[in-house]
C-alpha cells in the first residue's frame, strides 16, 4: 500500500545523543509500512542542554511519543508528568507517551531484556545467578527484570562502584529477598563470580563505536562452556566481547532482539497496535 505523509500523521521517534546508528527509526518505520498506520518515526539527536526544551518541545508539537536512549535514560525523568510504577521504581525510562500534553515515562527495556533471554537465548532465569557488568540506565532495567523473575544472585561489576551501590539500595526495598552484590572491575573476583554464573549481560558502553576495540572482560579465559553471553549492543552486531565469547565457544546473544521487542512494547503504548515479535525481528535481520 502506498504510505504518505499528510497533515494527520502523528508523529513518533526517538531522542539520544548519538543516533547516527540507531535501527530504531528502520525498525518502527517497517511496522508502519506493513500496517499501513499514519504514523512517522523520527530520529532527533539532542545534547545534553537541550534536553529539557525538547521534551517540552513533544507537547508543543502534538508528538504522540519518543524513545529515549543513551545517556538520558535517568535524567529524562525530572522533565516528565507521570512514571508507570516500573521506570518509577527502576529510575529509568525509555518509552514516553504524551496523552493530551500529559507525559508518561515508561521502561519497556525490562520485558525486552525478559523476552531476548527467554525466547532467543532460551534461558530460564528463576534460581540461576548472573554477572552484570555496568550500572548505568540499562543496567538498571536488567537488573528489575531478573529479579522480577527470582533470579538467584546478581553480581553487578562497575568502574564506578557508588552507581551500583545505588541501584543496589533503589531495588532492595523492592525485592527484600533479593540477594545483589556489587565489585569494581577486578579480575580476580570477576574470575570466581563468573565460575559459579550461568548468564554473563554486557551492559556497558565499552564495544560501541568509538570504543570498538574495548571489551569490558579483561581475560578470554573467564568464559566458560555453560555460559550465555549476552552484550546488550547490536551495533556492531558483534562486539569484540561476543567475538571473544564465540571464538571460546560459548552461546552469544547481542542487543537486536531486545531492541525490537522493547520497541514494539514503546509501539503498543502509541498505536494500541501490537506486532508480533518474531516477525519483526526475523524482517529486520532480513535487512541488515
Ligand atoms: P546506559 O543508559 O546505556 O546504561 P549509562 O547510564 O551512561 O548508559 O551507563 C554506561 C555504563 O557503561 C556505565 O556503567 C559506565 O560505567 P561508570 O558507571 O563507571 O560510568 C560504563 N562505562 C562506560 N565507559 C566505560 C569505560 N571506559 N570503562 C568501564 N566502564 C565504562
Not at 48 to 68: F, H, M, T, W
Not at 110 to 121: A, H, N, P, R, Y
Not at 136 to 143: E, Q
Request: charged share 25%.
Amino acid at each position: 500500500m502506498k504510505r504518505e505523509i499528510n497533515g494527520k500523521t502523528k508523529i513518533i521517534g526517538i531522542i539520544g545523543k548519538n543516533i547516527e546508528n540507531s535501527l530504531s527509526p528502520l525498525i518502527h518505520n517497517q511496522i508502519i509500512f506493513k500496517y499501513s498506520l499514519n504514523f512517522c518515526y523520527l530520529p532527533f539527536k539532542v545534547t545534553e542542554n537541550d534536553l529539557s526544551q525538547a521534551i517540552q518541545g513533544i507537547k508543543a508539537l502534538n508528538i504522540r511519543g519518543v524513545n529515549i536512549t543513551f545517556p538520558y535514560k535517568e535524567k529524562v525523568i525530572e522533565f516528565l508528568d507521570e512514571l508507570e510504577e516500573s521506570a518509577r521504581r527502576i529510575g529509568a525510562v525509555n518509552t514516553i507517551v504524551n496523552n493530551k500534553g500529559i507525559l508518561t515515562g515508561y521502561n519497556t527495556d525490562v520485558i525486552g531484556f525478559k523476552k531476548s533471554l527467554q525466547e532467543d537465548g532460551k534461558f530460564i532465569i528463576k534460581k540461576k545467578k548472573a554477572v552484570i557488568f555496568g550500572a548505568g540506565g540499562a543496567a538498571r532495567a536488567v537488573v528489575y527484570a531478573l529479579l522480577e523473575e527470582e533470579i538467584e544472585e546478581i553480581c553487578i561489576f562497575n568502574r564506578t562502584l557508588e552507581k551500583a551501590k545505588k541501584i543496589k539500595q533503589n531495588l532492595l526495598p523492592f525485592f527484600p529477598r533479593s540477594n545483589i552484590n556489587i565489585f569494581p572491575l577486578e579480575k580476580e573476583k570477576l574470575k570466581d563470580k563468573i565460575e559459579e554464573a550461568p548468564l554473563l549481560v554486557n551492559t556497558t558502553s565499552l564495544g560501541m563505536p568509538p570504543k570498538i576495540d574495548n571489551t569490558p572482560l579483561p581475560d578470554e579465559k573467564l568464559f566458560h562452556p555453560n555460559l550465555l553471553v549476552y552484550d546488550l549492543i547490536y551495533h556492531p552486531a558483534k562486539t569484540l566481547f561476543l567475538r571473544q565469547a564465540e571464538r571460546a565457544g560459548v552461546k552469544i546473544i547481542n542487543g537486536l532482539p531486545m531492541l525490537v521487542y522493547q520497541g514494539i512494547e514503546s509501539f503498543h503504548l502509541w498505536t494500541g497496535l501490537k506486532p508480533e515479535g518474531k516477525e519483526v525481528l526475523k524482517m529486520i535481520k532480513r535487512i541488515t
